[in-house]
């Protein structure tokens, strides 16, 4: 059973900005930590963002400075705010619970000009 949405991907230039959202079901936004997770054609799928349910969030190196993971407990939704967005950023991008459980059908991100 899907428990999250993501939605707000599309096309960008490089040095662009993108806000993805999440929305998850009350039930596991309340309990787990939640990530951000892209997939780019031919590579294995990477945790890029992860934010813990008191709101502490953790990044990896490729997009630290750049990327911003937050929740909002009154929507249950989490967003990942991407800035000054680089072509090595195309893929497609899921969001899922720390451990993982079901996937969603993600949102693609492409970053061209």
């Known amino acids: 059973q899907v428990q999250v949405v993501e939605s707000g991907g599309g096309l960008v230039q490089p040095g662009g900005s993108l806000r993805l959202s999440c929305a998850a079901s009350?039930?596991?936004?309340?309990?787990?930590?939640m990530g951000w997770y892209r997939q780019a054609p031919g590579s294995q799928r990477e945790l890029v963002a992860a934010v813990t349910t008191n709101g502490s969030p953790n990044y990896a190196d490729s997009v630290k400075g750049r990327f911003t993971i937050s929740r909002d407990k009154a929507k249950n939704t989490v967003y990942l705010q991407m800035n000054n967005l680089k072509p090595e950023d195309t893929a497609a991008y899921y969001c899922?619970?720390?451990?993982?459980?079901?996937w969603g059908q993600g949102t693609q991100v492409t970053v061209s000009s």
């Open positions: 009350r039930s596991i936004f309340r309990r787990y930590t």
């Open positions: 899922n619970t720390i451990p993982n459980s079901s």
